[in-house]
């Protein structure tokens, strides 16, 4: 079954994949910036200085957090203060970044999770078109962090790149799906250390619509190769589009995320020589 999509630019709605049970309730939401944001509350403290001692020895990991990833595209950060642990995670998504955009939009992601999830969440993530950062208490994914996805939506179409005449149509849609889950379980297939970063292309044109599929899957590097794999195919189960956008637009470009991977895929379509929409995007 298909996600709903979420738009970055104009999010009007949320979405996850049901969470495996966990202890603690769940808070998911939009941040007012342009991106998404999940919190875990953490389960009822015993007084307000727990939570404040856990913010304590959170904020200066996120504001180190930006300079720290910033050269890389990814920093893995922890710290202990007076008992209270704290881990925090950033990774910047692409093929390549520039790293003061990098920094840029890590720090504005931290400022997301503190303002919007508050000091009794133990666990938060906020994602954006181009950086993901988050935020524990342990070191060790809890299965709702595990069991969520949400499918976003990436560009909205240019207006120079819209053709009245699309092509894309009921069957073609289906067949679309099924190729573009095909290359995102080959990307996913292709993950190895230490970017822990590939990508897949495949191109039909022996129908009278050509079609491309390019896909981008990412972990961060704190993963292991082999968990990197298994959320990635875990996400490929999700990758799917809404067929009356595409069949104005012609193509897509979307991203499903979790807390452990990341995995773009952008659909083109082609009639007569000319591209209907290629939605690849310029960050490859």
């Known amino acids: 079954m298909a996600l709903p999509a ?8 949320l979405l996850a994949v049901t969470p495996a ?3 603690c309730e769940e808070s998911v939401r939009i941040a007012g910036a342009g991106g998404l944001l999940q919190c875990y509350p953490a389960p009822a403290l015993s007084n ?5 001692a856990f913010r304590a020895t959170l904020l200066p990991l996120l504001r180190s957090l930006p300079s720290a990833a910033a ?3 990814f920093a893995s950060l922890r710290s202990v203060t007076r008992g209270e642990r704290a881990f925090a995670r950033g990774l910047c998504l692409g093929n390549s970044t520039v790293p003061s955009e990098c920094a840029r939009c890590l720090s504005a992601a931290a400022g997301n999770l503190t303002a919007g999830c508050g000091s009794t969440s133990r666990r938060a993530g906020f994602w954006s078109d181009r950086c993901f950062l988050a935020y524990a208490d ?17 560009d909205a179409v240019p207006a120079s790149k819209v053709n009245t005449k699309s092509f894309y149509y009921v069957h073609l ?5 099924a190729m573009a889950q ?13 970017r822990m970063l590939a990508t897949a292309e495949e191109s039909n044109s022996e129908s009278a619509v050509s079609r491309t599929v390019h896909v981008l899957a990412q972990c961060g590097r704190d993963r292991t190769a082999a968990g990197c ?12 589009w809404d067929l009356n956008a595409a069949r104005v637009d012609g193509g897509v470009a979307a991203a499903v995320v979790g807390f452990n991977c990341y995995m773009r895929f952008e659909v083109s379509t082609a009639a007569c020589g000319d591209t209907i929409w290629g939605g690849l995007n310029e960050r490859n």
């Open 21 to 23: 049970h966990s202890t």
């Open 182 to 194: 095909q290359v995102a379980r080959r990307a996913a297939a292709n993950i190895s250390g230490p």
């Open 229 to 240: 794999v298994r959320c990635l195919q875990n996400s490929v189960h999700a990758v799917d």
């Open 138 to 154: 342990t070191n060790t994914s809890s299965p709702s962090e595990d069991a969520f996805r949400a499918l976003v939506l990436l």
């Open 173 to 177: 849609h289906d067949e679309l799906v």
């Open 6 to 13: 979420i738009s970055w630019p104009l999010i009007s709605l």
């Open 71 to 73: 050269p890389t595209g």
């Open 48 to 52: 307000a200085t727990n939570g404040t």
